[in-house]
Structures are given as C-alpha cells and as structure tokens.
C-alpha cells in the first residue's frame, strides 16, 4: 500500500470514529435528559440496568472512550494504540450482539417481571399513609395521567380506593367520577418497547460505523507495521 492509499485510509478512518465519537457523545447527552425526565424508573426496579436511559448513558459512554482512542491512534499512527482500539471495538461489538440476543430470547421473562414490579408498586402506593413513598406515588399518578390508564389490569386493581389520577372527566374534584378503565401495564410496555426500538436502530447505526472502522484498522496497522511506524 502506498503512502497516498494509508494516508486517504487513515483520514477515512478519524472521520467515521470521530463520527462514532460524535454518535456516542449524543448517546450520553439523550441518556441523562431522559433520567432526569423520566417518571418511571421507581416503578419498574427488577432490570433497572436496562431501562433505556442507564442502557443509553452506559453504552454512549463506552463507545465515546473506545473511538476516542481510534480516532488519537490513526493520528498518531500509533499501533499501540490502535491494536488497543481494535480489541476493545471487537469486545464491544460481541457485548452489544449479546444483548441484543438476551433481549430476543428473555423478551417474555422480561415482560413478566414487569408486571411484576407494577404490582409491586401499586400494592405499596395502596399501603402507605399519607407522606409515604412519596416518589413511587407521583410516578404512578403521573403514569396513569399520561397514558390515560387505571391500575396494573384495570381499575379494579385499586380495591375501591382508586386515586385521582385515574379520573377520566374534567374536573375530577367531585368524590364521584368516572375513571379510565383500561390497565396501565400494555401501555407502558408498548412505551418501553417504542424506546427500544429507537435506542436499537441508534445501536446498529453505531454498529455499522464501528463494524467498517474494525475493517480499515487491520490495513492500517499493517501498513504501519511495514513502515516501521507506531513504536512511539
């Protein structure tokens, strides 16, 4: 390979992982406005490590550290440097095929501990006196609000003590009101799953740029290699 050929692979190379890095960083920025929005994490516990804000900040954070350093060892033309890249870009790639697949296989064992963990909290926010779980019930009065739902199945779930926030007319101040009578635990799945899909497709974008920047860095290791360049 001549010197114009590494020298076009190598700027092709900082660009896509400085793209990736760029990716990655937009990743960790969505993550935490997510965290700091969302009014549902008290409520489902059992996988909290992969509700789509944690899963988002984790990953955008590896991804951004590992590009960063393919993106300093083509400039430096480093094979330290890029031999560490391509083996943690190669684990990175395995860890996100894995999950991947755990999400396909569990998906129903996962759906289960869902509801699970909403019956949990509605049982809880039954139980407790006034000022109590404060958080679990703001969460599950601003879930029931938002989705226009009652319950985990139904209104039948609160046992005849069903709060405000399953009020379906407007105002619901009256101490006789109608409530909404489908359950909350469909629309929350459907909620969840619409924020996979949409940190699925971020991932397999990410993938293919990192999948092409595996490819490239093998000539130019080689290339250096050859040269005699990378020891420093």
């Known amino acids: 390979m001549d010197r114009s050929c590494a020298n076009c692979l190598k700027t092709?190379?900082?660009?896509?992982?400085?793209?990736?890095?760029?990716?990655?960083?937009?990743?960790?920025?969505?993550?935490?406005?997510?965290?700091?929005?969302?009014?549902?994490?008290?409520l489902?516990?059992?996988?909290?490590?992969?509700?789509?804000?944690?899963?988002?900040?984790?990953?955008?954070t590896i991804v951004t550290c590992v590009c960063y350093l393919g993106?300093?060892?083509?400039?430096?033309?480093?094979?330290?440097?890029?031999?560490?890249?391509?083996?943690?870009?190669?684990?990175?790639?395995?860890?996100?095929?894995a999950m991947a697949?755990?999400?396909?296989?569990y998906s129903r064992v996962i759906d289960t501990y869902f509801e699970k963990d909403l019956m949990?909290?509605?049982q809880i926010y039954r139980e407790s006196g006034p000022g109590e779980n404060k958080t679990i019930k703001d969460d599950f009065d601003a879930v029931q609000h938002l989705f226009r739902?009652?319950?985990?199945?139904?209104?039948?779930?609160w046992m005849g003590d069903t709060p405000i926030s399953c009020c379906n007319q407007d105002p619901c101040n009256s101490s006789v009101h109608a409530n909404w009578q489908e359950g909350c635990v469909i629309k929350l799945r459907n909620w969840f799953?619409?924020?996979?899909?949409?940190?699925?497709?971020?991932?397999?974008?990410?993938?293919?740029?990192?999948?092409?920047?595996?490819?490239?860095?093998?000539?130019?290791?080689?290339?250096?290699?050859?040269?005699?360049?990378?020891?420093?």
Request: proline share 2%.
């Open 71 to 97: 993106v300093f060892g083509a400039m430096k033309e480093n094979r330290c440097l890029l031999i560490s890249f391509f083996l943690l870009l190669f684990i990175l790639m395995l860890v996100e095929l």
């Open 44 to 60: 489902v516990t059992t996988f909290w490590p992969i509700y789509p804000a944690n899963t988002l900040v984790v990953t955008g």
């Open 12 to 42: 092709l190379m900082i660009f896509l992982n400085f793209l990736c890095w760029l990716c990655g960083a937009f990743v960790v920025a969505f993550g935490i406005f997510q965290s700091m929005h969302s009014k549902f994490a008290s």
């Open 101 to 105: 697949c755990v999400f396909l296989v």
């Open 120 to 122: 949990k909290s509605l």
């Open 193 to 232: 799953a619409g924020n996979y899909r949409s940190t699925g497709a971020g991932v397999v974008t990410m993938f293919i740029i990192q999948f092409t920047c595996l490819c490239f860095t093998v000539p130019l290791f080689c290339h250096f290699s050859r040269n005699g360049l990378g020891y420093l």
């Open 149 to 157: 739902c009652c319950g985990v199945h139904g209104e039948a779930d």
